[in-house]
């Protein structure tokens, strides 16, 4: 089935502690991105990359870092730096150029 | 500064009747629309698009309509269902780039 999958679901965090949550997409989209949504909020754009190996900063890149070594794959760092970990994350795709983007099922983020 | 404002975070409609989520935007450059449903835990699912060279798109029991002078959108559900219960989310795109997301409306559809 195509899609995008994300990894893992739920994820416990200590503070002090970086963790990688993990998007892969079979879909030969050629954009990914990576979406915040905190409690009775929208969606907040982290970082997004529309070609291999380059990625840029969206609206709240502080304190995570990104990777775009395939073209299936954007991992997502969140780093010690990131004052307000815990958060529910979504993963995205799109074809390059069009509007319309397709979402995994989102990864929870726990800080404790 | 928000871009794209849904201003009811929440509302609530009896089922078969008509539910009519609204988005207001301030870029006048936007020139497409999206409105996408989420369910908890889950990721968003698109529902439906516009052009701005068009005022109206229908999918079923989805309508969206688009009013540029007054940079408002809406969404319509004809008739509302209990399944159609879960957060609305609208977005606007400037040529392609960037999709910009609103806050959000709850829908709650009663038996």
């Known amino acids: 089935d195509g899609g995008i999958t994300q990894s893992p679901k739920y994820l416990f965090r200590k503070e002090g502690q970086n963790v990688t949550l993990s998007c892969e997409q079979n879909l030969n989209h050629d954009a990914m991105y990576w979406y915040r949504q905190d409690p009775g909020q929208g969606l907040r754009l982290i970082y997004y990359?529309?070609?291999?190996?380059?990625?840029q900063k969206g609206d709240i890149a502080e304190g995570y870092s990104v990777s775009r070594e395939k073209k299936e794959s954007f991992p997502l760092t969140v780093t010690s730096a990131q004052k307000n970990p815990t958060a529910f994350y979504l993963c995205?795709?799109?074809?390059?150029?069009?509007?319309?983007?397709?979402f995994g099922e989102g990864s929870w983020l726990t800080v404790v | 500064d928000q871009q794209v404002k849904q201003n009811s975070p929440s509302l609530s409609v009896q089922e078969g009747r008509i539910s009519i989520l609204n988005c207001d935007y301030t870029n006048s450059m936007f020139d497409y629309f999206l409105w996408y449903k989420k369910y908890p835990a889950e990721g968003p699912t698109f529902l439906i698009s516009i052009s701005s060279i068009k005022d109206k798109n229908e999918d079923g029991r989805f309508t969206v309509f688009l009013n540029k002078s007054a940079k408002h959108l809406s969404l319509h559900i004809v008739p509302s269902q209990p399944g159609d219960s879960a957060v609305y989310f609208c977005?606007?795109?400037?040529?392609?780039?960037?999709?910009?997301f609103g806050g959000g409306t709850r829908l709650m559809v009663k038996p």
């Open positions: 977005a606007a795109s400037v040529a392609g780039n960037m999709l910009t």
């Open positions: 995205a795709s799109s074809i390059a150029g069009v509007n319309t983007i397709y």
């Open positions: 990359s529309q070609i291999v190996n380059d990625f």
